[in-house]
């Protein structure tokens, strides 16, 4: 009988840690090389928030709140993020944040690495910082901008797979 509770007891925990571990915002399940139509759907945005395909564009941009995409985030509270699309296919995440301290670097740290050498600007009273870093999947780029009251940081985080459609966008606008 004592044998049970325990075994009931324990699996109790471990459902609770692994919902807990899956409520992170985890912006790479995303997955670069979507298209346009398969990320909307996947985000579920209304119809007429898409934005249309302009003849001769080569850029989609789909915008969310982050506190929609992201619910379970209290960094994504005013958060929003923009998924980029070229030539049809999903090639960059990124994220704005604006806040009363930096923390949004810490969510992105969890999700894609650490950077070990920070600039010691970042832990200035009002940080003012930037920095990039690589992962197998992608390159990072990290900015805080402050003032007296408050934070904005940016995080884009680009494919490293599609590189070669950044290479191409800036072929094709160099031609025009």
């Given at each position: 009988?004592k044998?049970?509770?325990?075994?009931i007891?324990?699996?109790s925990?471990?459902l609770l840690?692994?919902g807990s571990?899956?409520?992170?915002c985890?912006?790479?399940?995303?997955?670069?090389?979507t298209?346009?139509?398969a990320?909307?759907?996947?985000?579920?945005?209304d119809?007429?928030?898409?934005m249309?395909k302009?003849?001769?564009?080569?850029?989609?941009?789909?915008s969310?709140?982050?506190e929609?995409?992201?619910?379970?985030?209290?960094?994504f509270e005013?958060?929003?993020?923009?998924?980029?699309v070229l030539y049809?296919k999903?090639?960059?995440i990124?994220v704005?944040?604006?806040s009363?301290k930096p923390?949004?670097?810490d969510w992105?740290e969890?999700?894609?690495?650490?950077?070990?050498k920070?600039p010691?600007s970042?832990?200035?009273?009002?940080?003012n910082a930037?920095w990039i870093?690589?992962n197998?999947?992608?390159t990072?780029s990290?900015?805080v901008?402050?003032d007296?009251?408050?934070?904005?940081?940016?995080i884009?985080?680009?494919s490293?797979?599609?590189?070669?459609y950044?290479?191409?966008?800036?072929?094709?606008?160099?031609?025009?």
């Open positions: 009988m044998k049970n509770k325990t075994l007891i324990f699996l925990l471990q840690f692994i571990v899956q409520a992170k985890d912006l790479e399940s995303f997955r670069f090389g298209s346009y139509k990320l909307v759907s996947k985000l579920k945005l119809k007429d928030l898409i249309p302009i003849d001769g564009q080569y850029e989609q941009l789909a969310v709140a982050g929609k995409l992201c619910k379970n985030e209290k960094v005013f958060a929003s993020v923009d998924f980029v049809d999903l090639v960059e990124r704005m944040s604006f009363e923390g949004l670097v992105a969890s999700i894609y690495g650490k950077m070990q920070k010691t970042f832990y200035n009273a009002q940080p930037a870093w690589d197998p999947n992608a990072i990290y900015s901008l402050s007296a009251n408050s934070v904005v940081e940016s884009i985080i680009q490293a797979k599609h590189a070669k950044f290479s191409r966008l800036a072929k094709e606008l160099e031609g025009e």
